[in-house]
């Protein structure tokens, strides 16, 4: 498929079918032709800002009528390329829907457009006793979550977007809109639409609205450090500790680089080693109840130097610091980029995948750092690159492939939550055969005849 630009005469006609100001200011532009990844910025031919399922429809049917690429945009998170416009097109842009529709705390749901954020969401619920769960570290929009199917730090307990979108509004690339899913536990009337839809990275539909489950926030959250000689030692314990069935909330690994990194950019003092950090919910004597037993469990793993802090303010720094890892690493190596990789094993191969990944990163040149949700077999490769030397790209990408055929060898995933978008399109054809990947493709020219959602995406045309 090849680039298309827009005439003067398309721009201004889809002026018309929007509120807001189609803009092709280079500025504008240029925020939406890339994302968080090392994918290069590729410029769209317009951005059109949109406030409303119906202007989302009345684009796409003008769009897929004259065979005009789109991509939608939320707040630019994603970390596989997912809104590079490689074939140029339009950048649609959702983050004028970011109305919280409808609350209900005695259904546990919340609805939502698809550019409400994710900080702005439980900001809301607080008042109200209530959060959402599913925690990828950066502030993105739900409609950016659900399209991933991100998950993130709270998965073990909690489960990631495709546990929590009970139901949705899309609108399909011929402009349809279709109203998929229902806020109810139990659900078999059909198809399931809305698990299809999400974690389709845009390729078959535009997300407009959400219906979210939420939980109560719990009487009493506390947080815990330990670390451990070795990186196989720290992943082994959280390995024990899933298997034991204590109701942890979160349990990240952090190597000694991303202790290092986070040391300098947060300005802490944690001690420069294998680390994981936990969080406990629960009851008060629950809570102390849980943080005694992993305590227990990973003393018998090397584990040292346990720590652990029922006091809000410590745990909320402790885990901003988590999330701020990925921006740690980058400020280590000023002016360089960070690739970051997503695999996720059976827990029975979670050390073994681990050690792995640390013997081939390694053997190679660059600087990386490995951390992950590993309570769930989820674990993350950061390595950091020159933007200026396209080269060493096309280098991590052949160094990320070997680490990812031997996470599927050992019956593992390519991507546990980032997704496949414009990255990892060889790697799900050997994950799931080219078998599956062909029935995807039927799917999608059912869908999407002209190929117009966020084509180069997935698979290619």
């Known amino acids: 498929m090849s680039r298309v630009d827009l005439s003067p005469l398309q ?33 769209p031919s317009a951005v059109v800002p949109v406030i409303s399922t119906q202007e989302v429809s009345n684009v796409l049917a003008y769009c897929n009528l004259h065979k005009i690429p789109v991509v939608a ?37 919340v ?30 929009t739900l409609g950016g979550m659900a399209a991933t199917g991100a998950a993130g730090t709270t998965t073990v307990r909690y489960g990631s977007m495709r546990e929590n979108v009970m139901a949705l509004t899309a609108v399909l690339a011929d402009g349809t809109v279709i109203h998929t899913g229902r806020g109810t536990r139990k659900l078999s009337a059909g ?22 489950r939420v939980f109560g926030i ?38 000694a680089q991303c202790i290092r990194n986070l040391n300098s950019h947060e300005k802490m003092g944690m001690l420069e080693a294998p680390t994981l950090f936990f969080e406990f919910h629960g009851s008060p004597q629950g809570v102390i109840e849980d943080a005694q ?43 360089m980029r960070g690739v970051s990789t997503d695999m996720a094993v059976p827990m029975s191969q979670l050390s073994v995948a681990v050690s792995m990944a640390q013997e081939i990163l390694e053997s190679h040149r660059f600087p990386f750092s490995i951390l992950g949700h590993v309570a769930d077999g989820n674990f993350h490769c950061s390595i950091i690159t020159d933007p200026s030397k396209p080269s060493e790209r096309d280098e991590i990408r052949e160094i990320v492939h ?15 939550e980032h997704g496949i978008g414009a990255g990892k399109i060889d790697e ?9 990947v062909s029935v995807m493709r039927s799917i999608k020219k059912t869908l999407d005849p002209h190929w117009i959602l966020n084509p180069g995406k997935i698979f290619v045309a």
């Open 11 to 43: 721009i201004s006609e889809i002026q018309k079918l929007i509120s807001g100001k189609v803009s092709t200011n280079q500025s504008v532009l240029e925020q939406h032709s890339h994302d968080e990844s090392a994918f290069p910025p590729v410029i």
């Open 73 to 109: 945009f939320g707040a630019g998170t994603s970390l596989e390329g997912h809104v590079v416009p490689l074939h140029g097109g339009i950048s649609l842009d959702l983050t004028g829907m970011n109305k919280i529709l409808e609350v209900s705390p005695d259904d546990l749901l």
């Open 111 to 140: 609805r939502v457009e698809a550019g409400v954020t994710r900080m702005a969401l439980n900001t809301k619920l607080a008042n109200d006793g209530i959060f959402f769960s599913v925690d990828p570290g950066a502030d993105a």
């Open 191 to 212: 198809y399931d639409l809305t698990r299809l839809i999400v974690g389709s990275e845009g390729t078959l539909a535009i997300i407009t609205e959400l219906t979210l």
């Open 218 to 255: 719990p009487e009493k959250m506390a947080a815990a450090v330990v670390r451990f000689p070795t990186l196989n030692d720290g992943v082994a314990a959280a390995t024990a500790i899933v298997r034991s069935g204590i109701a942890i909330a979160r349990c990240e690994f952090l190597d």
């Open 293 to 335: 037993s992993v305590k227990e469990i990973v003393s018998e793993f090397a584990g040292s130097a346990f720590e652990w802090t029922s006091d809000e303010g410590e745990r909320r720094k402790l885990w901003q610091a988590r999330h701020n890892a990925h921006w740690a690493a980058l400020a280590a190596h000023p002016g």
């Open 402 to 416: 070997a680490m990812t055929m031997k996470i599927i060898a050992m019956g593992g995933t390519c991507t546990g």
């Open 428 to 436: 799900l054809v050997v994950e799931t055969g080219a078998e599956a």
